[in-house]
């Protein structure tokens, strides 16, 4: 999601662009991803991260608006078992509401009420290597070993946890994440409970299924999904959402966010070779999809100052 976008931005700007991949698309955690614009494990006080997301929000309506496939803009729920002051990103969000309870659902103390864009990511991202090539881009699904191999004036460095290998950065580790797909009984808003005493509840329903997770298991590289978990996923969402007491499983999977300690790397770096650049962007964690195409904005914005 971080390099298909930041080559689409590139090419808008008119430039060439080569996106090489170690992984087939539907291979990596882009693929995986719920994916819904919330920017999850992003605290407030990066003045950065607002306008990412606020910027990913805006293209993502876009899309929706324009019919790109699987995009859709969704009403939300996020309860909260105690109250909380509106977020931070909340000026990135046209209709929030902030609603306090009085005891019509126990355990719940307020909630807050927004609609956001959501993501179905296997067209989405088959969409964007279309937009890529269609637009003179080159894709080549071939590891790079070092980026100092890389004869180009400027590499863009979008390798999520590979970036851990390819960038040396040891703050770069997994954020393991598993979800249960079911089908779907008719349910159209997504509900989010994040501080279920168990892990995090949620529940976002999409064209053909549901979404059910989830899990945040930082260090973990395994991507078996467990089956036991899979279950604590299905009572937890069936708790939040009863009407999903009969919804069928139709799947289960585990992805590795690309976390980082610090948070995500976008910033320019002199390449090896002279007069040559590296813009890192990766570590996005839990919200590449929410943040990346204001990410790749400030890329093509670093990438044509140099
Ligand atoms: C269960 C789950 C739910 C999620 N839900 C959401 C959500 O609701 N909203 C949201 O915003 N985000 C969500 N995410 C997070 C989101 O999936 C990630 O933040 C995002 O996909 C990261 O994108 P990326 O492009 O950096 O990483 P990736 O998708 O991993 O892509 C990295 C690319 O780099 C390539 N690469 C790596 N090393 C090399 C190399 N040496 N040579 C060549 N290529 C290389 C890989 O092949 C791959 O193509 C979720 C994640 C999980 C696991």
Known sequence: ???????????????????????????????????????????????????????????LARDAVHGAPGVTMR??????????????????????????????????????????????MRPYLRWLVQRVSSGGGV?????????????TPVVVNAS?????????????????????????????TSVRDENHPAGPAYVHPRSTDIVLGGTVEPHRYDTTPDPGVTAAILERCRALVPELAHARVLGQAAGLRPGRAGGIRLEVAPGTRPGTHVVHNYGHGGAGVTLAWGCADETARIVESL
């Open 1 to 59: 999601m971080i390099g298909l976008s930041c080559a689409v931005r590139l090419l808008e700007a008119g430039l060439a662009v080569t996106v090489r991949c170690a992984d087939a698309t539907e291979d990596t955690v882009s693929a995986t991803a719920a994916a819904v614009w919330y920017p999850s494990g992003f605290p407030a006080g990066d003045a950065r991260s607002l306008i990412w997301a606020r910027a990913g929000f805006d293209q």
């Open 75 to 120: 009403r939300t729920r996020m309860l909260l078992r105690r109250p909380a002051p509106a977020p931070w990103w909340v000026p990135a969000v046209p209709d929030f509401r902030l609603v306090e309870h009085t005891g019509q659902q126990p355990g719940v103390a307020q909630e807050w009420q927004f609609t956001v864009p959501t993501v179905e």
């Open 139 to 151: 894709l080549e699904r071939r590891p790079v070993n070092t980026l100092d191999d890389l004869d």
């Open 160 to 188: 999520g946890l590979g970036a851990r290998t390819l960038a040396a950065d040891d703050a770069v580790h997994p954020i393991r994440g598993q979800i249960v797909l079911v089908s779907n009984p008719g349910i159209e």
